[in-house]
């Protein structure tokens, strides 16, 4: 059976950082690229970033401003977010999800939140 | 970046209703889009894939159709359980971007 199940989300002050995990399991994790998409209370999904399989390409919303990076460990079939200098517009249910070379996301995660406030 | 439009933002529809639901993108590409379904608190399920491809174990009355840059959701027949808010989202360039959303309610 897939499973993708985020980690680390929480409440975070505003300028600080945070780094979300993903851990996959019942699939060949070395084999897809992994996504991230995030949630804002009451509004619509917005994609964030992508790493290809190796961890050779990675491609991020413009929105970001070089604040995050994603990452892979393929030994460990996990997946990461590392978010910095948060604001509260990164306020958001965050969800990791796997795809195909070139397709689109095919099965995700229950997702992590987090929440920046002062 | 591609804008995806999608239409309308929300719809009534009684059990049984076919529901018709647009994405229109601001450039071709081609038939790199995906269509999802998420219900309050739930990940987003992938109903279509490559426009018109039925995702495995996802009842046929869902369908997909389009190129370039029109495309349609269908729902021939809408059950109960499709009370829910669709999205499209487009693969053919980064960043990847979604249509606004289209929220499914009772009528």
């Known amino acids: 059976e897939v499973q993708l199940v985020e980690s680390g989300g929480g409440l975070v002050k505003p300028g600080g950082s945070l780094r979300l995990s993903c851990a996959a399991s019942?699939?060949?994790?070395?084999?897809?690229?992994m996504n991230w998409v995030r949630q804002a209370p009451g509004k619509g999904l917005e994609w964030v970033s992508i790493i290809d399989s190796s961890g050779s390409y990675k491609f991020y919303a413009g929105s970001l401003s070089g604040r995050f990076t994603i990452s892979r460990d393929n030994a460990k079939n996990s997946l990461f977010l590392q978010m910095n200098s948060l604001t509260t517009e990164d306020t958001a249910v965050y969800f990791c999800?796997?795809?195909?070379?070139?397709?689109?996301?095919?099965?995700w995660g229950q997702g992590t939140l987090v929440t920046v406030s002062s | 970046d591609i804008q995806m439009t999608q239409s309308p933002s929300s719809l009534s529809a009684s059990v049984g209703d076919r529901v018709t639901i647009t994405c229109r993108a601001s450039?071709?590409?081609?038939?790199?889009l995906g269509w999802y379904q998420q219900k309050p608190g739930k990940a987003p399920k992938r109903l279509i894939y490559a426009a018109s491809s039925l995702q495995s174990g996802v009842p046929s009355r869902f369908s997909g159709s389009g190129s370039g840059t029109e495309f349609t959701l269908t729902i021939s027949s809408l059950q109960p359980e499709d009370f829910a808010t669709y999205y499209c989202?487009?693969?053919?360039?980064?960043?990847?971007?979604f249509g606004g959303g289209t929220k499914v309610e009772i009528k």
């Open positions: 019942g699939f060949t994790f070395s084999g897809y690229s």
């Open positions: 450039q071709d590409i081609r038939n790199d």
């Open positions: 989202l487009q693969h053919n360039s980064f960043p990847r971007t």
């Open positions: 999800a796997k795809s195909q070379r070139g397709e689109s996301p095919d099965f």
